[in-house]
Structures are given as C-alpha cells and as structure tokens.
C-alpha cells in the first residue's frame, strides 16, 4: 500500500505491538471504534500485522467478489490447522478445500435436512420434557448442552449420540478456548490453551475414529453426516481417507456448534427484552405449530415472524465479528491498493450498525424492513464463501423456539442491560449468567 493512498490509522497504537492489546480485550468494540474513529476504511496494527477493516455493502462486495488468488481465505485462517488437521480445509491446497466444502453442503442437501428437523424436534422436545410449569435456567449453558445434543446426532447418527459423554463437550470447549486473538498471531506458541487444543484433537481423533470404523464395519444406510463423508467422491473418483474424516466432523461440528448455540442464547435474551415481540413470535408459532403438533414438520415450514426475529439477532449478535482475507495480489477499491500481506477484516458486527443501511441501528426492530443491497446483511458472511450451515441454523433455531414458546413465556431475571457481549475468544457471546425465568403459558 503505497504512503499516499493508505486508509487513515486508527488511534492508540503502541510502538511494538499497536493496536493488539486493545483488539485482544474486546475485539468487536475495538473494530467499533475504528470505525467510528476512521469511516469506511480503517488501518490497525496487530503486533505488526497491518490490517484494513473494511466497512459496509460496497466494500463487503468488492471484497467477496475477488478470487481466492487474489484474497486468500485461508492464509489468515491459518491458525485452524491444528484444529481442524492437516489435510483439512486451510490445511489442504485449494481445489481441495473447494471440493470438502461441496461435502459438508452436500451432508445438508434437503433430502437430509428433513431427517435432520425430525432428529432436533425429538433432541428438544425431550430435553425440555421434564421443565415442569416453571423454573430459572442459565439459557447459554441450556443452549450450548441442547445443541451438542442435536449436531452430535445429525452428523453422527443415533448411536453415537446414545454414546455421548461430557467429556465430548469439554473436548470441543478446549478446541474454542484456542480460537483467541493470540492464535491469529502465533497458533504454536507456548501458551497452555494450545498444549489443551492440541491434546483434545488427539483425543477428538480417537473418539471419532472408532465411530469411522464401525459405521464401515456395520454398512447400511443411514441419513446423517458421518455418512455423506464416507461416501464422498473428489472429482478423480477417490474417497477421502478415513483418518482424515475426524476432521470433517471436528470443521462441520465447530462451524455450526457455537454459532448456532449463541444465536440462540441471544434470541432468548431478546425475547426477555422485548415481551411485545415474544407475544407475535408466540401467536405464529400457535398458528403453525398449534394445529400441526409435529415439531419437525413446523421447523420445516415458514415462519416469517420467528426468521425476522433471528435475523435481526444475528443483525445485532452476528457470533462471528471479524472475518478476514489476506491480500496475495495487488487490490484496488475506491482509488486505495492494498498489497500483498494485508488482512481486510469484515466486521458483520460494525456494518450491521451503519446507519444509512440500518437506521437505529441499536434498536432491536423485528419489523425492520430488508436492505436493499444484498450484500449489506452478512451474519452469515456472502459471496461464494457464504455459510453452507445458513439453512440448518436457522431449521435448528426455529424448532428450539416453536417448542419453548408453545409451552412457556420467557423473561429476564436481570435487568436487561446486564446481558452484555462478550468475547473470551473470537467468537461474540452473552455474559455469564445468561439467566431467564420460563414460566408455562395460559392455554
Ligand atoms: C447462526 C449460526 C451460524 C452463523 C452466524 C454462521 C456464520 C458463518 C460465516 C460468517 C461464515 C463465513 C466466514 C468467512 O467468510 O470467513 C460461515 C462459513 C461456514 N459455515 Fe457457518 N454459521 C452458522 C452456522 C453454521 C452451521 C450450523 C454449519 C454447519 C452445519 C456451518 C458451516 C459453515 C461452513 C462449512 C462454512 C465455510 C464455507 C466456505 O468456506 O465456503 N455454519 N459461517
């Protein structure tokens, strides 16, 4: 980037490390400020890494309208690798990972996503069974149990599900607490959280290799992921080696497992805050859900009311705050050229408050009309590298309200600004406790 055409630098960078320590406390407010501070382009610093946060539908356009040769996603996803294994993802070369995307859509093709809503429908109506009329739960830890249960049994089918133990869960949070700011930086350093990430992808390897061999061992048909993995084909007409199968579950399991459960969490916080709008959501519900009774079949259906109130969470929660690509070669947009080593950092989080594309933007609107450019709205990123889970998260969210509001009347047992964002790792969560009262509804 040459002196005279470089975007304004944001303010507060320290002489070794510029903006790092701040970014690392909160990295969502900090690209809020550098927006704030710098406009539509604003140039930080992370321990010599120069990056550009690039704002609003223009920009999001330009930059997931260019190649992967020219933006690469996965040489600033690199700290991945130990997560996901070599040859998985960021781990192979390109036309690889391209094809290993087409299977993980593949695995969530309609046919499966039917089986998928009668498996979360029966996940939920029985983890809820025994709620009784009313209670106070910790509804992130409620949501992030609930959903373990649902994707574990989508991909893997019912009898690893019936198999599952705590310890499954505790080895994907040793995989999250690795996902920080300081693995962007140096993902093999010293730090004890990669010594545990490595550890837990050892066991992880373990666990699923044995679930690789006795689904080949047992054969027959079976609607799930595991078995879209086992049955893929590249384009030369050869599988994919089991080994590296694990790592398929671990990418499609982390891609969906945290966003899904914080998307979630938020939208009952939401719901807390906004009894108005928890009574239209309900009384769609009643209309589709009521006379049906069948849960799967209601996931499956249109519910504009509960999509807008998930949108417009995802609108203010987005759980993925910075999403990057790294310059290979030169980029030019609106008279600036970025050279090769820069990172562009989207943030779905600061654009979703623009205010000439969202007015108000802090006010949580249910009935907030869509904007127009189609690329102003990216909780789920855009272009050819848009979110493949997009259907299923949204599938999973609408059978876990259509059952809670059909039974219960959700409300805060804090006030409500006590519910804040949070950000232990790079993915955007609720404070702990994320505590709500349920209490069972007047028929
Ligand atoms: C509310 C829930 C979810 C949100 C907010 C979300 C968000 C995103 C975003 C922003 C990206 C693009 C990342 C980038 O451009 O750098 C992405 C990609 C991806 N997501 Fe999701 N996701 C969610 C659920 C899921 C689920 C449930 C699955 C799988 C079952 C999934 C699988 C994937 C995969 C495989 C990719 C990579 C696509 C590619 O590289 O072409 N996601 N997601």
């Not at 006010?363 to 904007?371: A, G, V």
Request: hydrophobic content about 40%.
């Amino acid at each position: 980037m040459t002196d005279s055409i470089r975007p304004q630098i944001v303010s507060g960078a320290k002489p070794e490390t510029g903006h790092y320590e701040e970014f690392l406390v909160h990295p969502a407010r900090f690209l809020y400020r550098a927006w704030q501070e710098r406009g539509e382009l604003a140039e930080f610093d992370l321990g010599g890494m120069r990056n550009v946060l690039v704002v609003g539908p223009d920009a999001h356009e330009a930059v997931y309208r260019a190649s992967d040769e020219q933006l690469s996603t996965s040489a600033p996803y690199q700290y991945m690798v130990p997560v996901f294994g070599e040859g998985i993802q960021y781990g192979a070369p390109l036309e690889i990972e391209r094809q290993q995307v087409k299977f993980l859509s593949n695995a969530l093709r309609p046919v499966n996503m039917k089986r998928y809503a009668q498996v979360i429908a029966e996940e939920v109506e029985d983890f809820i069974a025994d709620w009784g009329d009313a209670g106070e739960r910790d509804f992130h830890e409620t949501f992030k149990e609930m959903v373990l249960g649902t994707s574990t049994h989508c991909l893997m089918g019912g009898a690893f599900r019936r198999k599952l133990t705590t310890e499954f869960g505790e080895l994907f949070h040793d995989l999250e607490e690795a996902i920080s700011v300081s693995a962007v930086l140096d993902a093999h350093s010293e730090d004890g959280a990669f010594s545990r990430r490595d550890n837990a992808r050892a066991r992880l390897q373990e666990m699923l290799m044995e679930a690789v061999a006795e689904r080949r061992c047992e054969g027959g048909e079976h609607i799930d992921m595991l078995q879209t993995f086992l049955d893929a084909r590249y384009a030369d007409g050869t599988g994919m080696a089991d080994e590296l199968i694990p790592g398929m579950i671990i990418w499609i399991m982390f891609a969906g497992f945290h966003t899904s459960s914080n998307t979630a969490s938020w939208m009952s916080v939401e719901l807390g805050r906004h009894p108005e709008y928890q009574r239209e959501v309900a009384e769609e519900v009643a209309e589709v859900y009521g006379n049906s009774s069948d849960l799967s079949f209601t996931a499956l259906r249109e519910m504009p009311l509960m999509e807008a109130f998930a949108n417009e969470t995802l609108r203010l929660h987005p759980p993925l705050c910075a999403l990057m690509r790294e310059v290979m070669e030169p980029f030019e947009y609106k008279g600036y050229v970025f050279e090769p080593g820069t990172t562009l950092v989207i943030s779905p989080y600061v654009s979703h408050r623009v205010p000439e594309v969202f007015p108000e933007p802090e006010c949580f609107d249910l009935h907030r009309p869509e904007p127009e450019h189609i690329f102003a709205s990216i909780p789920f990123g855009g272009g050819k590298r848009k979110c493949v889970g997009n259907a299923f998260a949204i599938l999973q969210v609408k059978a876990i309200f259509s059952a809670l509001l059909s039974r219960y009347e959700l409300s805060l047992v804090d006030p409500p600004e006590t519910y804040e964002e949070v950000m232990p790792s790079l993915i955007l969560r609720p404070s702990d406790p994320c505590r709500l009262r349920y209490t069972r509804r007047e028929r």
